[in-house]
């Protein structure tokens, strides 16, 4: 059977169709584990997953912790808030100290782009990014990926249109580089001061008028407003952010019919999508959290040195 060629997950950017299909198939055979009345496997008994996170983080943290657990993996979780990262010691000795103490795979979430590289060329533990700066966030496209195909059957042929503050998202980045790989017509919209045209080499359609993203696309995806990133006005307000770029009911009317929204999260609602569209049948957005877990799971275990499991 197959296995991810790769020690560590930086990035999409490193994984070729093959090892993204790898990745999706293992996800959906082990997303019946939730399903089962003992939500564990004995996958990773023995391994050691440090959880590092510099970052603050629910969603994430919560889904690797989860998925860790139920792959039945000792868990060390480090908040740099109670480390001695506050007393002035540097990422690399920290990871220097936790390599000494022998884990098996370290998931790591840092506020600096390539922190995760670092750790995976000083490491002999597998590094797993769960997101570094304004970089890539590969786990948050795998479980996108994974709730598309799992709902529309198919990632290729597909319309995906990312909109919103695109540039200080590092999801968006990682899921136009999946998306795009998988055979998808990705389009990347969002005000022009937020819009980095850069997104074309990375294969994506970029455009600053909502309407033209959203024309007979098949999924929505909508990023949030990162206020905490911004250090100065990229728009005059939010009230007229949500009236030009914004996701409502009328404008999901120039989507294909049977589109889908997704949302990373956390929400802002009543900015980058109203609470209406959120909340409607055609929102995928608590599928992504549930699909997380799985996508987790898949990476941890493939990381691991585990083959793909049978679909």
Excluded at 80 to 95: C, H, Y
Excluded at 97 to 107: G, K, Q, R, W
Aim: with cysteine; proline share 5%; hydrophobic share 40%.
């Amino acid at each position: 059977m197959a296995s991810l060629s790769h020690k560590d997950l930086l990035g999409i950017e490193q994984l070729s169709v093959e090892d993204i299909q790898l990745i999706l198939d293992t996800a959906e055979a082990l997303r019946e584990v939730a399903a089962r009345p003992v939500k564990k496997v004995p996958t990773l008994r023995g391994k050691t997953v440090v959880n590092l996170f510099f970052e603050p983080s629910t969603r994430t943290r919560s889904s690797f912790e989860l998925a860790e657990k139920r792959l039945s993996a000792d868990i060390l979780n480090f908040s740099a808030s109670t480390s001695s990262v506050t007393k002035g010691e540097t990422l690399l000795d920290t990871a220097h100290n936790l390599e000494a103490m022998s884990p098996d795979i370290i998931v790591i979430r840092h506020q600096s782009a390539g922190a995760p590289h670092l750790l995976g060329r000083e490491c002999r533990a597998s590094i797993v990014n769960a997101g570094d700066g304004m970089h890539e966030h590969p786990t948050q496209a795998l479980l996108d990926g994974l709730t598309v195909r799992t709902i529309k059957g198919r990632l290729d042929g597909l319309k995906v249109a990312i909109i919103g503050d695109v540039a200080h998202s590092r999801v968006v980045r990682s899921d136009t580089i999946l998306f795009s790989r998988m055979g998808a017509d990705v389009w990347v919209c969002g005000p022009p001061t937020l819009l980095p045209w850069e997104f074309e080499k990375l294969g994506a359609r970029t455009t600053p008028h909502m309407e033209e993203a959203m024309d007979g696309a098949d999924v929505i995806m909508m990023l949030r407003v990162q206020h905490e990133r911004q250090n100065e006005a990229f728009f005059p307000s939010a009230r007229e952010y949500a009236s030009l770029y914004g996701l409502t009911r009328e404008r999901m009317r120039s989507a294909k019919k049977g589109a889908i929204v997704m949302h990373p999260g956390p929400i802002n609602r009543g900015v980058e999508i109203e609470s209406e569209v959120a909340d409607a049948d055609y929102s995928v957005i608590l599928n992504q959290v549930s699909n997380g877990v799985a996508a987790r799971m898949a990476v941890l275990y493939l990381l691991s040195g585990n083959s793909g499991l049978e679909p």
